[in-house]
């Protein structure tokens, strides 16, 4: 079972990127899943999370202008990042936790990153 993040990029202050990942392999179910991100030097810290049962949690220097999603039938999470910020730079890796055979117990996997600049 493996993630895989992709949509970072380079933006202008102000502009907008879509993240995505997707959960490969065979699992029963996707329990919880969202985005952290890290920058040089910083602790990395919790973004965006979204539950099973599609409660989220932002923290609060995202809210209103990140959106997180997911789409069950596909095993894909998305990040819509509006109004970004260079403060907003970092890389970005999707965390989920996933229970691979309907044991209820999870497990704890994280994608390999993707690269989010936004220059002043």
């Known amino acids: 079972v493996q993630l895989q993040a992709s949509g970072g990029g380079m933006v202008q202050n102000g502009g907008s990127l879509r993240l995505s990942c997707a959960v490969s392999?065979?699992?029963?179910?996707?329990?919880?899943i969202g985005w952290y991100r890290q920058a040089p030097g910083i602790q990395r810290e919790l973004v965006a999370r979204?539950?099973?049962?599609?409660?989220?949690n932002y923290v609060d220097s995202v809210k209103g202008r990140f959106t997180i999603s997911r789409d069950n039938g596909k095993n894909m999470v998305y990040l819509e990042m509006d109004s970004l910020k260079p403060e907003d730079t970092a890389t970005y890796y999707c965390?989920?936790?996933?229970?691979?055979?309907?044991?209820?117990?999870?497990?704890?996997?994280w994608g390999q990153g993707t690269q989010v600049t936004v220059s002043s």
């Open positions: 392999g065979s699992i029963y179910r996707i329990n919880d």
């Open positions: 965390n989920a936790n996933v229970d691979v055979d309907g044991s209820r117990r999870l497990f704890a996997l």
């Open positions: 979204i539950n099973s049962g599609g409660n989220t």
